[in-house]
């Protein structure tokens, strides 16, 4: 038999409504989904790579403090992670080196953006301050260069490399990214590490610097000071596999130095025992805060204590990785802001120059304060120093400028309680120590010529970071 369809049956809208809820039943079981790709990793859109490689300068090179004499049984590492899938990949990057400043700042952030497909807006650069390692100032060498002087630590030949080959790992780690779902967040209480460096008299002014290392008992027995005490911990995972630590401690890294063996020191040393511990996980570490902390109260030089301050940190690091709390993330918890600041140079930056001029056979006086002049240069031309927050979820990770002091830190976390607060400071080395306003009147070696900024940066810092962790 022969049936005729009505003219005005409506076929159209029949196959319509099937297609709806053939493709919601399909979405709903997985019937488009990729083999072997789970679930939540397609609603997160989430995804990380690591990065990490050799950063030891060659035999006869210069470190900051002296030439490469011969190389440690460890060396020296720039590594760090790029998370894709919430606006244009964002890049954190640390390094074992005492510091990057101004230019050589830009142009690292420059060749990291292009080689992430990302502005280098997005893009942090950090060193962990230790000081048997390079440092890197591409104005300070061709400053030098242009007076006739020799740039001795600031030659580029080396730093540029590694520049370059860290553009390349960046790049390449784009090919094995992984989703990840969930960040943990932990942290822990570090003991018999940090002290304060500035020892404070009876009348409210500096008495003395406990340096890193400090030989007067003394000293030594003043109480710790002022101190961020806590290691913050912030991993990456994709369900239970861990893919990515980052780790974040306020303390001047060094044990002893000028020994011309480049080594990453006792964070470095920390960072590998964590790394052995939780192996498939690739561990950055980020120094915090640290500019009048170091490690004075509990080293006297000792070379056993570089072991000893070492394993304190990975302890620390160790506990917080146990109180590790997991939460669910997605790409709508993922944000980056950055806020611009002008912080008033110091004033006597005006004759440094000709004072640099006159030193030209001093190199450590060269290598501490070249790139201040070169920070005064920029300040004077309107350049302004980018401070950025990354949101993660209920995590905030601040991006800060020079040798900070540690009430930075600690104000940025009394902001907001509410959240998970960490601070990576030693970004752009330019300005070196960031004091708070009250220490330029105190005295001390950090509010005196070594800072590359006045009184009054307190103030635009802390509208600043206050500003970023309100949004």
Partial sequence: MNFKSPSNFPFK???LILFCIISSLSLSYGVFENPGQKQDNISTGLSISTFDIDATPPVGSYMAYGRVINTW??????RGIVITGSGKPIVLCS????????????EFKKVLADAAGTIPERVTVHTIHQHDAPIC???AERFLKKEGLDPLSYESTFTRSVMLNLGEAVHNSLKKAQPFNQIGLGQAPVYMVASNRRVLGADGLVKATRYTTCQDSA????????????????????????????????????????????????????????????????????????????AGKYNDGSHENRGILAQRLADGMKRAWESTKKEKIAAGDISWNIEPV??????????????????????IFISNNISKVIWYQRCMAGKKTDISCLSLGHARILHMPGELFVEYQLAAKAERPDLFVAMAAYGDYGPEYICTDIAYQQGGYEGGDASGVSAGSE???????????QR
């Fill in 459 to 469: 103030k635009i810092l802390m509208a600043a970071i206050k500003k970023l962790l």
């Fill in 95 to 106: 390094v074992d080196w005492i510091g990057i400043a101004n230019d050589a700042q830009d």
């Fill in 73 to 78: 049984d460890m060396g020296l590492r720039a």
């Fill in 137 to 139: 100032d591409f104005g």
């Fill in 219 to 294: 000293l030594r027995a003043e109480p710790e000071g002022l101190i961020d005490p806590i290691v913050s911990v912030i991993s990456f995972w994709n369900d239970d596999k861990p893919l990515a630590v980052l780790s974040y401690y306020a303390v001047h890294p060094q044990s002893y130095y000028q020994t011309g063996l480049p080594n990453p020191d006792f964070p470095g040393i920390a960072r590998f025992f964590r790394q052995l511990a939780v192996p498939d996980a690739l561990h950055v570490h980020f120094n915090g805060a640290g500019g009048n902390l170091g």
């Fill in 13 to 15: 809208k029949i196959w």
């Fill in 342 to 363: 002008t912080l008033p140079p110091a004033k006597y930056f005006a004759s440094l120059g000709e004072e640099l001029k006159s030193k030209a056979d001093n190199p």
